[in-house]
């Protein structure tokens, strides 16, 4: 008896899970109502929907295979366009309302590469007892062999996608999984053809159990420091790359350093031997993204031009001017920029080369001082300018030195300028030195003399021979001689105290030189 009710029941449930799990159907027309699995989900009738998001395709095809439950082909549905009006980066197709007989569809996505004119094809699975709608982007194409490989073990499609993109995550990282590490990893900014076909190798690479990406991301790493030449790019591009994402990625594959404010200027060596830049010496530096004016940090190549001449960091003023030659060379944002202009060039090359020679415009050297390059007289401006360079050797108030002569060739900054010329600038530590110019002009360095302009500052002050020779008489030097070359002859001359000014030399505050016979006779 027990054993009759134990089979009855076996029987009973049996019968309600057929009707539960099977195909039903309207019991006047036979037409199919419903199928469902055997957790209780409806897979039929359905609708297929698809949302692809692969905007470098056009005349784009989608087509719905359905699958048994050994996921092998039973026949194909055409999926239309859905949407009159699709969105930039989207397109959407669905089927009509139809049968299946199992959960199982393959979506086929098939269209042609824009630039290329190659056809392109992207397939994935789809359990549609849990979702009938798939957006086909980069990632879930990626992804198609290994969500079918894990679904065919006995993983649920959920399960296999997350899974798989988990895994996806780990490999590309600092990547997002968005249309970026995709464009990326697959040289998209190479070509379209370099696209596709690095996919198919990706898309095989994580369908295996042991997975690797190391070889396609030092190859992309690669193929875009080949295309960057400092920070600007020299390659085309179908749509916007990120700089900041493509530096990220670099570093990450050639295992830099950290690349920021405090590290800028820094080198590293690309030391991944996988690389075909291997040994390659990158630096850090700054770089504004081209959408905005934030600043970031990034290694780059050593560009050409700083081999010949310098590094030049990036910056938002001109950080640098270096002269070669007769040129003259900016260093304006991470470039050297050729001052194409010679008359400014002439300008900011003389500016560099006065502000060696004599001192800094406006520091060591004040307002108003002239001074001599070869038989040019320039003049110190004292003024910002806009060459690089905090002060101006000029005549005029531009910013720049022109070579004219100003006026007032006899006034005392002229004479200064033509003393500093060759005896260098008279400075507080050179006061009291005395200098021949000609057999005819002499100057003592004076700390503060009043110069052209009505400026006190340092300066070479014109004196006379007996000033050059003798120096200044006073209580301290009473009674002594020296003797003063001139053109014909020699002067012999004393110190003396009161003497008639009729009489004496450079004569000061009661004292002042006599000739040696007067001297001798008035204090016999």
């Not at 005349?59 to 194909?76: A, I, Q, S, W």
Request: aromatic share 14%; net charge negative.
């Amino acid at each position: 008896m027990k054993l009759y009710f134990r089979s009855f029941v076996i029987f009973l449930v049996a019968l309600s899970l057929s009707f539960l799990f099977s195909s039903c159907s309207d019991e006047e027309s036979g037409t199919v109502v419903g199928s469902y699995t055997s957790d209780g989900r409806l897979f039929s009738p359905n609708t297929v929907q698809v949302e692809v998001m692969l905007p470098y395709l056009k005349d784009l095809k989608v087509k719905v295979v359905r699958l048994n439950y050994g996921f092998e082909p039973m026949d194909t549905l055409e999926a239309k366009s859905s949407r009159e009006y699709p969105e930039e980066h989207s397109s959407y197709f669905q089927t009509d309302n139809v049968d299946f007989s199992s959960p199982y569809v393959r979506i086929v996505v098939t269209g042609e590469i824009e630039s290329q004119k190659q056809e392109v094809t992207f397939e994935n699975l789809l359990d549609i007892s849990r979702t009938n709608y798939l957006v086909v982007d980069f990632f879930a194409a990626v992804a198609s062999l290994r969500v079918e490989k894990l679904m065919k073990s006995g993983v649920s499609w959920a399960d296999a996608f997350e899974r798989t993109k988990s895994r996806m995550a780990q490999q590309v990282k600092p990547l997002s999984l968005d249309m970026d590490w995709g464009f990326i990893l697959c040289e998209g900014f190479v070509s379209d053809s370099a696209y596709y076909r690095n996919f198919l190798e990706l898309r095989d690479e994580l369908a295996k159990d042991s997975l690797d990406f190391s070889t396609l991301q030092v190859r992309a790493a690669d193929a875009m420091l080949e295309r960057y030449v400092g920070f600007k790019w020299t390659g085309e591009l179908p749509y916007t790359l990120w700089s900041d994402v493509s530096f990220d990625f670099m570093k990450n594959v050639y295992n830099f350093k950290t690349c920021n404010y405090e590290s800028k200027g820094t080198y590293d060596t690309v030391k991944v031997s996988k690389s075909k830049f291997a040994g390659t010496v990158l630096m850090c530096d700054a770089f504004e993204l081209n959408y905005s004016y934030e600043i970031k940090y990034g290694y780059r190549n050593i560009l050409e031009r700083e081999n010949e001449l310098a590094v030049c960091l990036y910056s938002g003023v001109v950080q640098d001017t270096l002269l070669v030659g007769d040129s003259v060379y900016y260093c304006r944002k991470g470039e050297w920029e050729l001052e194409k202009d010679k008359k400014v060039a002439d300008g900011v090359r003389y500016n560099r080369i006065l502000n060696e020679t004599y001192g800094g415009c406006g520091d060591s050297v004040r307002h108003g001082i002239l001074r001599f390059y070869n038989d040019t007289l320039f003049r110190c401006l004292g003024k910002y300018g806009t060459d690089g360079y905090r002060r101006i050797w000029s005549f005029d108030s531009s910013d720049v030195a022109y070579y004219e002569t100003p006026e007032g060739m006899k006034s005392d900054s002229y004479k200064d300028a033509r003393a500093a010329l060759e005896n260098g600038t008279c400075n507080k530590s050179r006061e009291g030195e005395k200098i021949k110019l000609t057999e005819d002009e002499f100057f003592i360095c004076k700390s503060m003399a009043l110069l052209l302009g009505g400026e006190w500052s340092n300066g070479w002050s014109p004196i006379n021979r007996i000033d050059y020779y003798a120096g200044t008489c006073n209580e301290d030097n009473i009674g002594r001689s020296v003797d003063v070359p001139t053109d014909s002859t020699t002067l012999s001359l004393v110190c003396d105290y009161q003497p008639p000014l009729d009489v004496a030399y450079n004569k000061l505050n009661n004292y002042g030189w006599v000739p040696l016979e007067w001297y001798l006779k008035e204090h016999e």
